[in-house]
């Protein structure tokens, strides 16, 4: 039997991300940011060929564009400043349930090959209590969020969380707030944001920039 590969964006046969799918996600400027004061740093809008990608990560075993959705949210990070001074990657863990799912935990590999591409060490610093998966969960549901708890004491290094969609940002709220329990300052990114749910702790960039033109 011969597997084809397609693209995880249009399914076209090729690679794992056709040319037409990556330009465009670069042509996909985010719709919401803000790198500071526990905001959330959105490399993509979670729409269109954007979605089609995150979903063929996290839903279809499409590893392989894990690596270019890192690059996107390693651009975002740079862009914004907010690699200066960090000192550890780390993720935002999927429940037990749905890693033996799927086999992997999509937001260990994307935060892995962020910390490879900014030359940071990697560590699982979180634990996610037993509780039920954010997917499938109702917006009022998923405010409440899952619960998490960091290991070890972690004095004051600054950590950058990743996560692989953010929609109403609790999980990763849950996951810095579980950090700076443990003395660290939580720099929270994602990959996709979902443009039309905006997380109360997030603010439009273009805003920002017209503001500052």
């Known amino acids: 039997m011969i597997f084809e590969t397609r693209c995880a964006g249009c399914d076209t046969p090729g690679g794992a991300i056709c040319t037409v799918c990556r330009f465009a996600l670069l042509g ?26 995150v979903i063929g990560l996290k839903y279809r075993n499409r590893r392989a564009v894990g690596r270019h959705l890192a690059g996107l949210v390693v651009n975002r990070v740079v862009e914004t400043g907010a690699h200066q001074g960090l000192d550890v990657v780390t993720w935002a863990p999927t429940s037990p349930r749905r890693r033996r799912e799927r086999g992997f935990d999509q937001g260990e590999l994307l935060a892995r090959t962020v910390a490879r ?4 060490p990697c560590r699982r610093l979180l634990e996610r209590d037993t509780g039920p998966s954010q997917t499938g969960r109702s917006r009022a549901e998923r405010l409440r969020g899952p619960r998490f708890r960091a290991r070890p004491e972690l004095g004051g290094r600054r950590v950058l969380v990743v996560d692989d969609v953010v929609t109403t940002g609790a999980t990763l709220q849950a996951a810095g707030a579980a950090l700076a329990s443990r003395g660290a300052e939580p720099v929270l990114a994602a990959v996709a944001a979902t443009p039309e749910r905006r997380p109360a702790n997030v603010v439009e960039l273009r805003a920002r920039r017209s503001h500052a033109a």
Not at 28 to 53: E, K, N, Q, S, W
Not at 117 to 120: A, R
């Open 117 to 120: 591409q900014l030359g940071l």
């Open 28 to 53: 996909r400027a985010p719709r919401h940011h803000d790198g500071h004061d526990g905001g959330v740093i959105a490399a993509l809008a979670f729409t269109g060929r954007a979605r089609d990608v």
